[in-house]
C-alpha cells in the first residue's frame, strides 16, 4: 500500500517543449497529480519529500521550476478527519480500560490446604472484598486481622494486587503439641479404663502394675520421685503405659438408596459476567431443572501482559437426572459398615486392634451393625498432680 503524504507543493515548470515535461518526470519515477497546462508552462503538485529530486531534474533539463504554494495533498485532509474520529472513538475505551485496572476483577487464594477457598472468598466478601471492589480502597492490614480473627485455624493471610488480579495468600495452623502447666511437673493418668498390660517408666514413680483393673482418669505415673537419699523431688512423668482396652462401637444405614438415572439430554448455557454482573444469553439459563449436575467453566479475558478486564464469558452444561429408589444388598451393606467401622476405631487408639468381631441385625429397613474389639494401647496422658504434702 503506498504510503500517504502530509504535504503537497503546487510548481510551475517552463521548458522550451511543455509536452515533453510530463514523459521526462514520469521516466525519472516522480509521482505527480492534478497536472495542467498554463500560460508559460506546466503546472502539477508533488510530495514535500519529491520537491528536491524535481529541482535536480529541471536543472538537468534546463526548467525552470517555481513554487506556487504549500498544503496537504488531496484526500489526506478526509483520511485525517477519519482517523481523528477514530482516536476520539477509541478514547472512551482506553479510559475504561484503565478504570477498570482500579478494581480487583479476579481473586485467587494460595497457601489453603484444609480450609476451602470458598470459605475465604466468603469472609472476604463480608469485610468488603470482592469481585468488582475498588482496589486502592483496600486496608490489607485491616483485613487480614479481621481475617484472623474470623477464621482461627489461619496463621497468615496477606492481600497481594497485581493488576486487576488480587492473590490471598494464606498459611495455616499445624497445631501446636499438648505441654503441660508451666513451672509444675506433669502426672500420666489413664485416658480410658482397661487392664494394664505393661508399664515401663522412663521418669517418675508408677502406680500401677501389670494386670491391675483402671478406669478413666487414674494415676498411672506420679511426677514425684524419691532419690537415693529418701528425699522426694518433683520432675515430669515420661512413661509407656500399655493396657487392654475394649470398644463397643455402632452404625446404622438404611436398606435403600436414591440412584442417579442420567436422562441422556445435555443442556448448554452461554452467559456474560460484565463488571461483577451476571447477563444470561439465553431463555434456558438460571431456570435449569432441578435434579441437574451442572459443570460450570468462567474464562476472564486479559490484556498481553495478564492484566484481567472486567469481561468473563461463562459456560455451562447441565446434565439432568431422575432419581429413584432401590434397595441395597444387604451383605454389601454390612461389609460396607464393618469397614467405616474399623476405620474409625483404628483412627482413635493408639495401638493396635488385637481381635474384633460384628454383630447385625435387621429392622423396619434399618441395618445396624455392631462392632466389638479388644485392643492394646498406650493409655497414659498428661493429667492433673495427685501428690501430696
Same mark, same amino acid.
Given at each position: 500500500?503506498?504510503?500517504?503524504?502530509?504535504?503537497?507543493?503546487?510548481?510551475?515548470?517552463?521548458?522550451?517543449?511543455?509536452?515533453? &515535461? /510530463?514523459?521526462? *518526470?514520469?521516466?525519472? @519515477?516522480?509521482?505527480?497529480?492534478?497536472?495542467?497546462? =498554463?500560460? %508559460?508552462?506546466? +503546472?502539477?503538485?508533488?510530495?514535500?519529500?519529491?520537491?528536491?529530486?524535481?529541482?535536480?531534474?529541471?536543472?538537468?533539463?534546463?526548467?525552470?521550476?517555481?513554487?506556487?504554494?504549500?498544503?496537504?495533498?488531496?484526500?489526506?485532509?478526509?483520511?485525517?478527519?477519519?482517523?481523528?474520529?477514530?482516536?476520539?472513538?477509541?478514547?472512551?475505551?482506553?479510559?475504561?480500560?484503565?478504570?477498570?485496572?482500579?478494581?480487583?476483577?479476579?481473586?485467587?487464594?494460595?497457601?489453603?490446604?484444609?480450609?476451602?477457598?470458598?470459605? &475465604? /472468598?466468603?469472609? *472476604?466478601?463480608?469485610? @468488603?472484598?470482592?469481585?468488582?471492589?475498588?482496589?486502592? =480502597?483496600? %486496608?490489607?492490614? +485491616?483485613?487480614?486481622?479481621?481475617?484472623?480473627?474470623?477464621?482461627?485455624?489461619?496463621?497468615?493471610?496477606?492481600?497481594?494486587?497485581?493488576?486487576?488480579?488480587?492473590?490471598?495468600?494464606?498459611?495455616?495452623?499445624?497445631?501446636?503439641?499438648?505441654?503441660?502447666?508451666?513451672?509444675?511437673?506433669?502426672?500420666?493418668?489413664?485416658?480410658?479404663?482397661?487392664?494394664?498390660?505393661?508399664?515401663?517408666?522412663?521418669?517418675?514413680?508408677?502406680?500401677?502394675?501389670?494386670?491391675?483393673?483402671?478406669?478413666?482418669?487414674?494415676? /498411672?505415673?506420679?511426677?514425684?520421685?524419691?532419690?537415693?537419699?529418701?528425699?522426694?523431688?518433683?520432675? =515430669?512423668?515420661?512413661?509407656?503405659?500399655?493396657?487392654?482396652?475394649?470398644?463397643?462401637?455402632?452404625?446404622?444405614?438404611?436398606?435403600?438408596?436414591?440412584?442417579?438415572?442420567?436422562?441422556?439430554?445435555?443442556?448448554?448455557?452461554?452467559?456474560?459476567?460484565?463488571?461483577?454482573?451476571?447477563?444470561?444469553?439465553?431463555?434456558?439459563?438460571?431456570?435449569?431443572?432441578?435434579?441437574?449436575?451442572?459443570?460450570?467453566?468462567?474464562?476472564?479475558?486479559?490484556?498481553?501482559?495478564?492484566?484481567?478486564?472486567?469481561?468473563?464469558?461463562?459456560?455451562?452444561?447441565?446434565?439432568?437426572?431422575?432419581?429413584?429408589?432401590?434397595?441395597?444388598?444387604?451383605?454389601?451393606?454390612?461389609?460396607?459398615?464393618?469397614?467405616?467401622?474399623?476405620?474409625?476405631?483404628?483412627?482413635?487408639?493408639?495401638?493396635?486392634?488385637?481381635?474384633?468381631?460384628?454383630?447385625?441385625?435387621?429392622?423396619?429397613?434399618?441395618?445396624?451393625?455392631?462392632?466389638?474389639?479388644?485392643?492394646?494401647?498406650?493409655?497414659?496422658?498428661?493429667?492433673?498432680?495427685?501428690?501430696?504434702?
Amino acid at each position: 500500500m503506498r504510503k500517504v503524504g502530509w504535504t503537497s507543493v503546487l510548481v510551475e515548470l517552463k521548458g522550451a517543449e511543455p509536452s515533453s &515535461i /510530463l514523459n521526462r *518526470l514520469a521516466g525519472a @519515477g516522480l509521482a505527480f497529480s492534478r497536472a495542467e497546462s =498554463g500560460e %508559460d508552462g506546466l +503546472r502539477l503538485t508533488v510530495k514535500q519529500r519529491s520537491l528536491r529530486r524535481l529541482m535536480d531534474v529541471s536543472r538537468e533539463e534546463g526548467w525552470a521550476c517555481d513554487i506556487l504554494s504549500r498544503g496537504l495533498i488531496a484526500g489526506t485532509e478526509s483520511r485525517l478527519r477519519r482517523r481523528a474520529l477514530l482516536l476520539l472513538c477509541l478514547l472512551p475505551l482506553f479510559v475504561l480500560l484503565w478504570g477498570s485496572s482500579l478494581y480487583v476483577w479476579e481473586i485467587r487464594v494460595v497457601g489453603n490446604e484444609k480450609i476451602t477457598a470458598g470459605e &475465604i /472468598l466468603r469472609n *472476604l466478601e463480608e469485610l @468488603g472484598v470482592g469481585i468488582g471492589t475498588f482496589r486502592p =480502597g483496600i %486496608d490489607n492490614t +485491616r483485613i487480614a486481622e479481621e481475617m484472623l480473627l474470623r477464621i482461627p485455624e489461619l496463621s497468615f493471610l496477606s492481600c497481594n494486587s497485581f493488576g486487576s488480579s488480587m492473590v490471598v495468600l494464606v498459611r495455616e495452623e499445624s497445631g501446636a503439641p499438648e505441654k503441660a502447666s508451666p513451672g509444675k511437673a506433669a502426672d500420666l493418668v489413664a485416658a480410658r479404663g482397661g487392664v494394664v498390660h505393661a508399664v515401663t517408666v522412663l521418669s517418675g514413680e508408677a502406680r500401677v502394675r501389670r494386670g491391675q483393673m483402671v478406669e478413666k482418669g487414674d494415676p /498411672l505415673v506420679l511426677s514425684r520421685r524419691v532419690d537415693l537419699q529418701g528425699e522426694s523431688r518433683e520432675e =515430669g512423668a515420661v512413661a509407656l503405659v500399655e493396657a487392654w482396652t475394649y470398644y463397643e462401637i455402632t452404625a446404622v444405614t438404611p436398606l435403600t438408596a436414591l440412584k442417579k438415572e442420567y436422562t441422556g439430554e445435555v443442556l448448554r448455557d452461554e452467559s456474560l459476567y460484565l463488571f461483577g454482573k451476571h447477563i444470561n444469553f439465553f431463555k434456558m439459563s438460571g431456570n435449569l431443572p432441578m435434579n441437574c449436575d451442572k459443570i460450570t467453566e468462567t474464562r476472564p479475558l486479559c490484556l498481553p501482559g495478564g492484566t484481567v478486564l472486567p469481561f468473563a464469558l461463562g459456560k455451562s452444561l447441565a446434565f439432568p437426572y431422575t432419581v429413584e429408589e432401590e434397595a441395597l444388598d444387604p451383605q454389601a451393606a454390612r461389609r460396607y459398615l464393618e469397614l467405616r467401622l474399623k476405620e474409625r476405631l483404628e483412627g482413635s487408639i493408639k495401638g493396635s486392634i488385637m481381635s474384633q468381631s460384628t454383630l447385625a441385625e435387621e429392622r423396619d429397613g434399618m441395618l445396624t451393625v455392631t462392632l466389638r474389639a479388644v485392643c492394646l494401647e498406650n493409655i497414659a496422658v498428661p493429667g492433673e498432680s495427685l501428690n501430696t504434702e
